[in-house]
């Protein structure tokens, strides 16, 4: 059965505790103030929906499969922060399509086990720009495979495409299969980076690089 949903929301949504078991790892996301949150979902199109001003993540999808967003929208300050448009997760045939976000972070981000994504004439700015992951931080993730980012602008972000993975810790997943192609940057910071020693706030050691592989091919217009 195919859900769809059509509606246009602009309000701020408070959530206080999600938590699931996914494949022996535990997503917690305590007082999380994310706006949407689409856990567990198969054959649904997310249509004509604007997220606004969100304290965290606008968009987190897990476990999801052949799940659409059309025509969606995010709206948020450049300044603020951790406020990932959509966010994906251990999910597989999830496409943006025709959407638009403007926000404080990444605008479309990938976690582990994220297969056969399409990210589709998206226009992103400000924001990180369009992230897959970070990756690597934990032994159990699953790897990322499939996906295509095409037709996208980016304007005024501070990354472009980029791939990030955690050094020194246990991860070795592989990351398979990346198209990057027909992209637009316009005032992008840094068009393109694949970080293999993603470290914030100093949360780890730099001694020793990713155990992470990357494959991907990279076609910009800039």
């Known amino acids: 059965m195919n859900i769809i949903f ?3 929301i602009r309000c701020k949504i408070t959530c206080t505790l999600i938590e699931n078991i996914f494949h022996s790892r535990f997503y917690s996301f305590i007082n999380c103030q994310q706006n949407f949150g ?16 969100s304290k965290h993540f606008h968009v987190n999808v897990l476990g999801c499969n052949n799940f659409t ?10 300044d603020s922060h951790n406020t990932d448009g959509i966010h994906i997760g251990r999910s597989t045939g999830v496409n943006v399509l ?14 582990d086990g994220s297969r056969q994504v399409l990210i589709q004439k998206v226009n992103c700015g400000p924001g990180h720009g369009i992230s ?28 472009g495409v980029r791939i990030k993975t955690w ?3 246990p991860g070795t997943i592989t990351v398979n299969d990346m198209k990057f192609e027909d992209i637009t940057m316009d ?10 020693e993603y470290c914030p706030n100093n949360q780890c050691s730099k001694g020793v690089l990713s155990l992470l592989s990357i494959h991907a091919h990279v076609d910009v217009i800039i």
């Open 6 to 8: 059509k509606i246009h």
């Open 38 to 53: 689409f856990n567990f979902i198969n054959n649904s199109i997310i249509r004509d929906i604007t997220s606004k001003d």
């Open 69 to 78: 967003f059309d025509g969606f929208k995010v709206s948020a300050p450049g």
């Open 98 to 111: 025709n959407t638009d976000i403007a926000t404080g972070d990444d605008c479309v981000s990938l976690g």
């Open 132 to 159: 897959i992951g970070s990756l690597g931080k934990y032994k159990e993730e699953e790897p990322v495979e499939g996906v295509t980012v095409k037709g996208c602008t980016l304007k005024g972000t501070t990354n």
């Open 167 to 169: 050094p020194n810790e």
């Open 187 to 196: 005032n992008v910071q840094n068009p393109i980076i694949i970080d293999q």
